[in-house]
């Protein structure tokens, strides 16, 4: 699975994913103000996203988490799943453990709450868009407050070096390129790095660290 890129132009092509009319076409204005950011569709509910990630070129997807049909988390799983997935960023008013978890290990790349200032949220996508791990401030803790924590998860320097890249968006071949070392050893750090947090991918293994405090907070 590969994420989708950007237009050529650097703009990012967005999907507002929310069941509330109102709330929705509110995100769309605050949203069309950024010269940057085009929304390309409009989805009701987890169902409508899939259908629209179908027919538009699509970089994030911006999801609510509680929707008719289909909620946010299953729809962030099906859409992980598809070959050049769009990034996932969570918008919601629900900010419990239990949920941010759920949303996390679907697959989505960041978890904002819908008090998020606009030009947070602008820069959020901005991010999300090339990669990055975005989480609301105070998020990453209590990710790791609620873990049970592996015996084993001290990671060695290289395993930091790669994982701190990963956080930043790279590609495994991308990583190798800074790192000089080759992209089968960069998978097999992460295989490593996977084993030691705990984690079966790299949005969770990125989040994992931020909780431990093994990388710095963006």
């Given at each position: 699975m590969t994420?989708?890129?950007?237009?050529?132009?650097?703009?990012?092509?967005?999907?507002?994913v929310d069941d509330h009319p109102v709330v929705r076409a509110g995100m769309v204005a605050l949203l069309s103000e950024s010269p940057d950011i085009d929304i390309v569709a409009e989805a009701a509910d987890g169902a409508q996203a899939l259908v629209a990630v179908s027919q538009?070129?699509?970089?994030?997807?911006?999801?609510?988490?509680?929707?008719?049909?289909?909620?946010?988390?299953?729809?962030?799983?099906?859409?992980?799943?598809?070959?050049?997935?769009?990034?996932?960023?969570?918008?919601?008013?629900?900010?419990?453990d239990a949920d941010i978890v759920?949303?996390?290990?679907?697959?989505?790349?960041?978890?904002?709450?819908?008090d998020t200032p606009p030009h947070e949220l602008a820069e959020a996508i901005r991010r999300a868009a090339?990669?990055?791990?975005?989480?609301?401030?105070?998020?990453?803790?209590?990710?790791?407050a609620r873990r049970t924590l592996p015996t084993h998860s001290d990671l060695t320097s290289r395993e930091i070096e790669v994982l701190q890249l990963v956080a930043q968006g790279l590609?495994?071949?991308?990583?190798?390129?800074?790192?000089?070392?080759?992209?089968?050893?960069?998978?097999?750090?992460l295989v490593?790095?996977?084993?030691?947090?705990?984690?079966?991918?790299r949005?969770?293994?990125?989040?994992?660290a931020y909780?431990?405090?093994?990388?710095p907070l963006p």
């Open positions: 994420a989708s890129t950007t237009t050529g132009q650097g703009r990012v092509r967005v999907l507002v538009h070129p699509v970089d994030v997807v911006l999801m609510d988490l509680r929707m008719p049909v289909l909620d946010g988390v299953a729809a962030t799983a099906a859409i992980h799943a598809l070959p050049h997935a769009p990034h996932v960023l969570i918008l919601t008013t629900y900010d419990t759920r949303a996390v290990e679907a697959g989505a790349r960041g978890y904002l709450l819908k090339r990669g990055e791990t975005v989480l609301a401030a105070g998020m990453a803790s209590r990710l790791h590609s495994n071949a991308e990583v190798g390129g800074r790192l000089f070392i080759g992209e089968a050893t960069v998978k097999t750090h490593r790095i996977f084993g030691k947090l705990g984690v079966t991918d949005t969770a293994a990125v989040t994992t909780g431990l405090g093994l990388l």
